[in-house]
């Protein structure tokens, strides 16, 4: 059955094509009866209006794209959710995109975006020197980096202190007395990771007398972390590390399942430290301590940052927004909150 069309509306009602435009987008301009009789049509017809049309006429269309690297990891929903909070209050819709950590994959959606004439971006890019973000930029869509600070100032971002972060965790290892640490985490060329692996370092680096063992994944999913638990459980104990830090708490929380699988103790025999306090943190069999992210804070500001450069225009002045993050202690790595 054909959609009707406005034409359909107008000749019920029997008032202008013009009129109904205006009930639609103006209708304080039109008289009560009249704004009556083209809402009783619309009704009765089930018109509805075509809203890819109209922004395909205007050049741009409401619809926010949110490419993230993992739409399994609960961080990234509660960045999602913040971000679509706000898209909300402002008649904005968002697309949410996964990547799965695959360059071309990435590449397929931000390509697939720009055709829609989408209203921005917002990402967090395996490389955030890609140079399809630039030529995006440069083709007139607004791009907002999401948990990726920007290496240039061609456009905005929204970022944690990862190397903070790792130097955080790392220093709670190191006084709690351990001296062999694994650090867990991958790809190493993500950004993020080497910014969390280069925090622990320094920090490793300092103590001197401390061995950080770097055990590296290609996904940072549950199932990585509980297989580098079991080839830490199997290594001799005189050699196992006893602490270990995750680059996200879904490599924690698999850890911590193989460490209850091999009857290892958290933390008396592994302490385990994630990153981004998910829900599932606190919630775990072990309550997992980890590096905590604003996440929704991050959506929020990402969504602000591209609204502002909107409305602005060639007036923008881009910025890069750096939150801290903050180490929650529990039971994983703290044997007195046992």
């Known amino acids: 059955m054909a959609t009707p069309s406005i034409k359909e509306v107008a000749h019920r009602a029997g008032v202008s094509v013009g009129t109904v435009s205006n009930v639609l987008n103006r209708p304080s301009i039109v008289a009560p009866a009249t704004r009556k009789r083209v809402q009783d049509s619309i009704k009765a017809l089930g018109f509805v209006r075509n809203e890819a049309a109209r922004h395909l006429r205007a050049g741009r269309s409401r619809t926010v794209g949110l490419v993230v690297l993992d739409v399994a990891n609960p961080f990234f929903t509660d960045l999602a959710e913040g971000a679509e909070e706000l898209a909300y209050e402002n008649d904005t819709v968002v697309m949410v995109c996964n990547s799965k950590t695959d360059p071309v994959r990435e590449g397929h959606h931000l390509d697939q975006l720009e055709q829609q004439r989408v209203y921005g971006v917002l990402i967090t890019p395996f490389d955030s020197a890609d140079p399809q973000l630039r030529a995006l930029v440069a083709r007139g869509t607004p791009v907002v980096l999401v948990d990726r600070a920007a290496d240039h100032g061609g456009m905005c971002s929204v970022s944690v202190d990862d190397k903070l972060g790792g130097r955080l965790a790392g220093t709670h290892l190191i006084e709690s007395g351990h001296r062999r640490i694994a650090f867990i985490g991958g790809p190493l060329s993500m950004q993020q990771v080497a910014d969390r692996l280069a925090g622990i370092t320094t920090v490793a680096d300092d103590a001197a007398d401390v061995d950080l063992q770097i055990f590296e994944v290609e996904v940072m999913g549950v199932q990585h972390g509980r297989a580098i638990g079991e080839q830490l459980a199997a290594l001799p104990p005189a050699s196992r590390p006893t602490a270990a830090f995750c680059a996200n708490d879904l490599l924690a929380l698999g850890l911590l399942q193989a460490m209850a699988a091999t009857q290892l103790r958290v933390p008396e025999d592994m302490a385990i430290i994630g990153y981004d306090d998910i829900g599932f943190a606190a ?29 602005a225009g060639e007036r923008h002045a881009h910025r890069q927004v750096i939150f801290q993050p903050e180490l929650m202690v529990r039971q994983s790595s703290d044997l007195t909150r046992g």
């Open 283 to 311: 919630a775990a069999a072990v309550p997992l301590s980890s590096v905590r992210q604003p996440a929704a804070l991050l959506g929020r500001t990402a969504m602000e940052l591209l609204q502002e450069e909107v409305e």
